[in-house]
């Protein structure tokens, strides 16, 4: 499996569980696409303890996409880089609510 963790801050003006439909919808979409095999829950930071060791990066939130392998990984990237950023796309919609994404990806051994 390959795999996308994305930390990020959410935009003021939006909420949790907004973002949580935006993301659902958006992960579903790409699965109806055959584009991703799954995603995380999105998780909540928790800084105050001694097992969290980054002190580069504030993001409160997290998730994980998981695809079958890098050419499901990038064709994802390739299918929202030519129709995902109109504004009624899944993608567009998720993403105009996250602020300071940082992204880190692997592929498991």
């Not at 055959?34 to 993001?59: C, F, K, N, W, Y």
């Amino acid at each position: 499996m390959f795999h996308m963790l994305c930390c990020f801050h959410l935009k003021p003006e939006f909420q949790l569980a907004e973002f949580n439909k935006a993301f659902a919808d958006f992960t579903q979409h790409l699965q109806g696409l055959d584009l991703v095999e799954a995603s995380s829950p999105v998780g909540i930071r928790q800084s105050d303890t001694i097992l969290d060791t980054d002190s580069e990066r504030d993001h409160e939130y997290f998730s994980i996409m998981s695809f079958r392998d890098r050419r499901q990984a990038d064709a994802a990237v390739a299918y929202i880089g030519k129709n995902g950023m109109s504004a009624d796309s899944t993608h567009h919609i998720a993403y105009a609510m996250v602020a300071d994404p940082v992204f880190i990806c692997w592929q498991d051994s």
